[in-house]
T-cell receptor, first 109, second 115 residues
Framework: KQEVTQIPAALSVPEGENLVLNCSFTDSAIYNLQWFRQDPGKGLTSLLL?????REQTSGRLNASLDKSSGRSTLYIAASQPGDSATYLC????????FGTGTSLTVIP | DAGVTQSPTHLIKTRGQQVTLRCSPKSGHDTVSWYQQALGQGPQFIFQYYEEEERQRGNFPDRFSGHQFPNYSSELNVNALLLGDSALYLCASSEDRGVVWTEAFFGQGTRLTVV
């Protein structure tokens, strides 16, 4: 069974700092790796989708990488802003989405 | 495009009752999946519907059942509610393209509280 782990569980950084969120998965036979953002009590907003044949995807200040062989993905956030404060979830897709427990990010003004 | 819409947004039920949650997928999407997210946890897969049939199921008891309609909208039914069923229920829609999964879009969820 696919197990997805996210480290750290919580992160607090000053505004403007660059940061990296980590996601690891145990089964490399995935179709895609998708990163989501979740605000408290809300649904999931898709940030980036990396297909299994790709190595990375970029959207604005966000960059996500995927290394299937090592079972790892990272989400890089450049020049963090208070509005980036949220929980970030990664999901590995096989025959379903397997989610990590998320990283709770707080960006301090 | 309204995206994925779920109703209701919040719901309070008594232990032992039954509940029905609804989901309308994003335009052009034919596959609907349901997830349960307990507080502080990642979403857990309940089941997926495609062509009006349950295609995959996670590790949830038979109290959890669903349906997909010809217009691709879906319902999640939970019978004999337990306190532990209190959670955020998320619906995700996607377009089936065989074995290559495409991007999934999630609704805002239904917060179910069982008292």
């Amino acid at each position: 069974k696919q197990e997805v782990t996210q480290i750290p569980a919580a992160l607090s950084v000053p505004e403007g700092e660059n940061l990296v969120l980590n996601c690891s998965f145990t089964d490399s036979a995935i179709y895609n790796l998708q990163w989501f953002r979740q605000d408290p009590g809300k649904g999931l907003t898709s940030l980036l989708l990396i297909q299994s044949s790709q190595r990375e995807q970029t959207s604005g200040r966000l960059n996500a990488s995927l290394d299937k062989s090592s079972g790892r993905s990272t989400l890089y956030i450049a020049a963090s802003q208070p509005g980036d404060s949220a929980t970030y979830l990664c999901a590995a897709t096989g025959n379903q989405f397997y989610f990590g427990t998320g990283t709770s990010l707080t960006v301090i003004p | 495009d309204a995206g994925v819409t779920q109703s209701p947004t919040h719901l309070i039920k008594t232990r032992g009752q039954q509940v029905t949650l609804r989901c309308s997928p994003k335009s052009g999407h034919d596959t609907v999946s349901w997830y349960q997210q307990a507080l502080g946890q990642g979403p857990q897969f309940i089941f997926q519907y495609y062509e009006e049939e349950e295609r995959q199921r996670g590790n949830f008891p038979d109290r959890f059942s669903g349906h997909q309609f010809p217009n691709y909208s879906s319902e999640l039914n939970v019978n004999a509610l337990l306190l532990g069923d209190s959670a955020l229920y998320l619906c995700a829609s996607s377009e089936d393209r065989g074995v290559v999964w495409t991007e999934a879009f999630f609704g805002q969820g239904t917060r179910l509280t069982v008292v």
